[in-house]
């Protein structure tokens, strides 16, 4: 039988009960994170989502009720206690909480497939599997809250610097970032897609006139690939802006990049202390290094790569040696850039697309766009891409659509920088990969 909360509401988090409250009633909520009975008294210990708590029991000082209830006690299980507050030099915050009415809110089922108190160590699988228990560590939960700082940053960043935010469309009709990488779906009598990315719903908003608009979403790639920083499902935070070129583009992102760094190292001093991460506010502006430079460096690490070519696996790790902390690359050669990207007026060969790297790691991609019908047009060709299937994107450059630029930040992958991380799977909640589809 499990109790409901009838009139029973929590009145701290375990955190905010200090010494100030001594000898007050608190009602805490939580789960039971450790139990030690030594016979005439018991300790246990509380978590909620903020921390740990002591309560004492004195068996002879306190109700046999209430001594009952913890008998039932099983680790995990969610409880409520009511209790005065002790100053006691003993406990873990200086202060314990003496029950005087327990409530029993669900018992957990025993054994548990996996500990959540970080005494054992699990192999990722295992965590993910029971991703709810893992979840409930502390290391793993400020990852999380660094997340939702790193968005709410986000927000406000673009909010006070005139950005609409927009929802477009997750299923799809055609494809943005090259063909193969899509997941196709049944829709009605037709075949459809779910989304890449917003790329070109985001570039249609800047003939619709919203002149700055971003969106926070989630991306579908059908990647085969198994790596550390691959996802079938990931977030992007994308922007796009009229009136500007890449380079105005670069110092949105380099702002965001760096307030959002600001404000996790001020405002999640315990999340990066559980983590043990010290971050570090990075210089005013990133370092830019030319695409053909980085290949130079690319070879003299010998890792062997032509201009022209994709950065491989290889190329980033030795890349990664030698930059620190984020940079962009820009003036990437055109032909590996999708259609959508703006070539050099004066050097068709390269173009106006970037990239910004975090060590050896690609956190952002983006670009001053076409926004010529008619070399847009050609550019979908080139691709080897049938124009017709783009025709409604295509007809909002009929019309009046100004020159733009734009960027697609991935927040998993930020959050790695944030978080010091080296595997994406960690910085997603329920993270879908080639092999996980649940939970
Ligand atoms: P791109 O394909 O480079 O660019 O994606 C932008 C950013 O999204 C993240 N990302 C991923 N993260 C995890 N798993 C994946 N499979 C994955 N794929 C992408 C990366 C990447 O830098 N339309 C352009 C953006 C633009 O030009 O505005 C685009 O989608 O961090």
Redesign the pocket.
């Known amino acids: 039988m499990t109790s409901l909360l009838n009139d029973w509401r929590r009145t701290h988090y375990t955190k905010n009960v200090n010494d100030s409250q001594n000898d007050e009633e608190v009602v805490i909520m939580g789960w039971v994170h450790e139990i030690r009975d030594l016979g005439g008294i018991a300790f246990i210990l509380i978590r909620d989502r903020e921390g740990v708590i002591q309560v004492t029991a004195p068996k002879k000082h306190i109700s046999p009720e209430v001594v009952e209830e913890i008998k039932k006690f099983r680790k995990e299980s969610v409880v409520g206690i009511k209790g005065k507050v002790q100053e006691s030099g003993k406990a873990p915050n200086g202060v314990e909480i003496i029950p005087t009415e327990i409530k029993i809110l669900n018992l957990a089922n025993q054994p548990l497939p996996m500990d959540p108190t970080e005494k054992v160590k699990a192999e990722i699988d295992t965590r993910l599997d029971s991703r709810f228990l893992d979840l409930r560590k502390s290391s793993v939960s400020s990852i999380f809250k660094i997340k939702s700082k790193m968005l709410h940053t986000v927000r406000v960043f673009f909010e006070e610097n005139g950005f609409i935010e927009t929802n477009t469309p997750k299923l799809v009709a055609s494809a ?2 090259g063909g193969t990488e899509l997941f196709p779906i049944t829709y009605f009598e037709r075949e459809a897609f779910l989304s ?2 917003p ?1 070109l719903y ?1 570039q249609m908003m800047m003939s619709a006139g919203f002149d700055k608009v971003y969106e926070i979403a989630q ?1 579908f ?1 059908a ?1 085969e690939h198994d790596t550390l ?4 499902e ?1 977030i ?1 935070i ?1 922007m ?1 802006a009229s009136f500007m070129d890449d380079k105005d583009v670069m110092k949105l992102l380099n702002d965001l990049v760096s307030q959002v760094i600001i404000n996790v190292k001020d405002g999640c001093k315990s999340e990066l202390a559980t983590l043990e991460v010290d971050l570090e506010v990075p210089e005013e502006q990133f370092e830019i290094l030319k695409y053909s430079d980085a290949v130079d460096i690319i070879n003299s690490k010998d890792v062997p790569m032509e201009w022209g070519e994709d950065l491989s696996r290889a190329a980033e790790k030795a890349l990664g040696e030698m930059m620190e902390g984020y940079y962009f690359l820009t003036e990437w050669p055109t032909e590996i850039k ?1 259609f ?1 990207v703006m070539p050099n007026e004066k050097n068709p060969e390269i173009s106006h697309a970037f ?1 910004l790297m975090y060590k050896d790691i ?6 001053m766009r076409v926004h010529q019908y008619d070399l847009l047009k050609e550019r979908i060709a080139e691709k080897g891409l049938n124009p017709d299937s783009f025709g409604s994107y295509l007809k909002s450059f009929e019309y009046g659509m100004p020159p733009h630029s ?5 927040a ?3 959050n790695m920088s944030l978080t010091g991380l080296n595997n ?1 799977r960690e910085t997603v909640l329920f993270p879908r990969d080639r092999r996980r589809l649940t939970p």
């Open positions: 943005t970032e890449q990315s790329q985001k991306i790639r990647e920083r691959h996802l079938n990931a992007s994308d796009e999708p959508y990239d690609e956190i952002s991609s983006g670009a734009g960027w697609g930040l991935g998993d992958r930020f994406i």
